[in-house]
């Protein structure tokens, strides 16, 4: 594969290489990817979190009663 970046990101890739942070530009590249691909998991997670509870209806339950379960919760976990 061949990859075609802008100068200053070129530079950047090369001054992290030259740091030590990265062994290679490729090594830089495929952290970076994985780190694309959480970041996207994330969102997709989020999303889909959001949209449960969107369709999930109108709760019966006041506030205050549903922010007394999340705190038990949050609590729970330590």
């Known amino acids: ?3 075609k970046l802008r100068a200053a990101d070129a530079q950047f890739v090369e001054e992290q290489v030259a740091k ?3 062994t290679s530009a490729s090594d ?3 952290e970076a990817i994985a780190l694309l691909r959480e970041s996207t998991s994330d969102d997709d997670q989020l999303a889909a979190a959001l949209w449960d509870g969107l369709n999930s209806g109108v ?3 006041t506030v205050d009663e ?3 379960v999340v705190g038990a919760k949050h609590r729970a976990r330590g």
Request: no cysteine.
């Open 1 to 3: 594969m061949d990859v």
């Open 66 to 68: 549903i922010w007394a």
């Open 20 to 22: 030590g942070r990265y």
């Open 28 to 30: 830089l590249l495929m």
């Open 59 to 61: 709760s019966d339950k």
